[in-house]
């Protein structure tokens, strides 16, 4: 499983997720601000 690290364009907060947290936070938003973000949020 791949970890990816997940920085939201709005609040900044950097967080590392898995393939499953990546999925769920491409379709509900930053899991802190909830701002609508897209793959390019994520580094692998």
């Not at 499983?1 to 709005?10: A, L, S």
């Not at 899991?31 to 609508?36: E, I």
Request: glycine share 6%; proline share 9%.
């Amino acid at each position: 499983m791949n970890t990816y690290e997940f920085t939201c364009p709005d609040c900044r907060r950097a967080i590392p997720v898995t393939d499953p947290m990546r999925e769920a936070t491409l379709s509900s938003g930053c899991p802190v601000c909830g701002r609508s973000v897209s793959g390019e949020h994520f580094a692998v």
